[in-house]
C-alpha cells in the first residue's frame, strides 16, 4: 500500500475532502478514507501508485498539494542516512527542488540541507526551485520530531482564480465564485464529455468552469439578457466553445426524459423567485427528475433562507450536504443528490 499526502485548500476541508475523494473513486475505482494529520494536512493509503500524469488532477480546485510518502523518520541523522540509502538515478539530467513545511510549532532544517543527500548522490546535479521537473516536500509536525518526506505530484496552479467573477467582463452580487462552482461540478461523478445542465445559468459561472472541466454544457434561463451576458462572458475565456442555450421556464418541461447525465445549478432565491413559492422548486424538481439519466446526480447550491432540501428529498435520494458559510447573514448549502 501507498502512503499519500494531500494539503487542502482551508476555506472549506469538508467540500475538499468529498471533491478529491469523488474524483479519485471515479478514475481509479477506489474508496479511500482521509484522515487529518494536523490542520489542512490529510493523509490516506492507497493501492494505486499515481503520477502527475493522472487525468483527474487536472480538475481539483480545493486541493493544493498531493506527494506520495517515501519514508517517515524521527531524527535529522535518521533522515540523511535513508536519503542517501534512496535510488535518485531517476533525477540525473533533470531539475529537483525541496521545500520544507511546518505545521504550528516546529524544528526548521534549511533548505541546502534537505536537498544535500540528494545532490551528492547525482552527477550532474541540477536545482530549480520555481518549476522543477521533480520535486520533494518535507514535512514537520509540531510536538513532534517526526519527518515526513514525499515526493510531489500535483501542485495545483489555480487557474480558475482566472475566472472569479470580479474578473470576468459580466459579474452580478453574490454570483457563485469559480472555485465553489468548480468544486460544485467535480461533486458530480463525472467523467469528461458527459452532458451537464444548469437549469437556472444566469451568466454562466457554474457553466464556464463545467465547460473547463471537459462537459458538454448546457443553460437554460428565462431571461434573455442574462444568457446574451453568459455569451459574453464564454466569448472572453472560450471564444471558440460550443454549448447549448435554452431560454424557457424551468418550472415547465424543457429537455427530453434520460437525456441529461448531471444538472449543477445555483437555484435563484431572490425576491422573484420567492413569489413563485413552493411552486416554482416542486416543478423544477419534478421535470430535473425526468431530464436525469438513471443514478444520475444533481448538485443543488442553495441558501440557508430558502426551504429545499425537505421538497427534493420527495424526489431524490440525498448523498451529502456540504455547508458553504458567506457571511453572518448568508451561508450556502451545497447538497448532492441522486436518482432514485
Not at 238 to 248: D, E, F, G, I, W
Not at 260 to 285: A, E, M, Q, T
Amino acid at each position: 500500500m501507498n502512503t499519500y499526502y494531500l494539503i487542502l485548500k482551508g476555506m472549506n476541508k469538508d467540500f475538499a475532502i468529498s471533491e478529491f475523494s469523488t474524483l479519485w473513486n471515479l478514475y481509479l475505482d477506489e474508496t479511500i478514507e482521509l484522515h487529518q494529520v494536523q490542520n489542512v494536512l490529510y493523509t490516506f493509503k492507497s493501492k494505486h501508485n499515481i503520477s502527475s500524469e493522472e487525468t483527474f488532477l487536472s480538475r481539483l480546485t480545493f486541493t493544493n498539494y498531493l506527494g506520495l510518502e517515501l519514508f517517515r523518520g524521527t531524527s535529522f541523522d535518521e533522515f540523511k542516512s535513508t536519503l542517501l540509502n534512496l535510488d535518485f538515478s531517476y533525477l540525473e539530467g533533470k531539475t529537483f527542488g525541496i521545500e520544507q513545511k511546518t505545521f504550528g510549532q516546529g524544528e526548521i532544517i534549511p533548505s541546502k540541507e534537505l536537498a544535500h543527500p540528494i545532490w551528492d548522490s547525482l552527477k550532474n546535479p541540477k536545482v530549480n526551485l520555481k518549476h522543477p521537473h521533480t520535486w520533494f516536500v518535507n514535512f514537520q509536525l509540531p510536538n513532534s520530531k517526526d519527518f515526513i518526506f514525499t515526493q510531489g505530484i500535483y501542485k495545483n496552479d489555480k487557474d480558475y482564480l482566472e475566472r472569479m467573477p470580479k474578473l470576468r467582463p459580466v459579474a452580478m452580487p453574490y454570483t457563485l465564485k469559480s472555485d465553489m462552482a468548480r468544486a460544485a461540478c467535480n461533486l458530480l461523478n463525472l467523467k469528461e464529455e458527459s452532458v451537464v445542465l444548469d437549469p437556472f445559468c444566469g451568466i454562466g459561472g457554474i457553466l464556464l468552469e463545467a465547460y473547463d472541466l471537459g462537459f458538454e454544457v448546457m443553460g437554460n434561463d428565462i431571461s434573455f439578457n442574462d444568457l446574451e451576458l453568459l455569451r459574453k462572458n464564454f466569448k472572453h475565456y472560450y471564444p471558440k466553445a460550443q454549448y447549448s442555450l435554452t431560454c424557457k421556464d424551468s418550472s415547465h418541461p424543457i429537455f427530453a426524459s434520460n437525456s441529461i447525465d448531471g444538472i449543477v445549478s445555483d437555484i435563484p432565491y431572490g425576491r422573484s423567485s420567492r413569489k413563485l413559492g413552493i411552486d416554482l422548486y416542486k416543478n423544477f424538481l419534478e421535470n430535473a427528475r425526468n431530464y436525469l439519466k438513471p443514478g444520475s446526480r444533481m448538485v443543488i447550491i442553495y441558501a440557508n433562507f430558502v426551504e429545499f432540501k425537505e421538497l427534493a428529498l420527495q424526489y431524490f435520494k440525498e448523498v451529502q450536504e456540504i455547508d458553504q458559510y458567506i457571511n453572518k447573514s448568508m451561508t450556502r448549502h451545497i447538497l448532492v443528490l441522486e436518482k432514485k
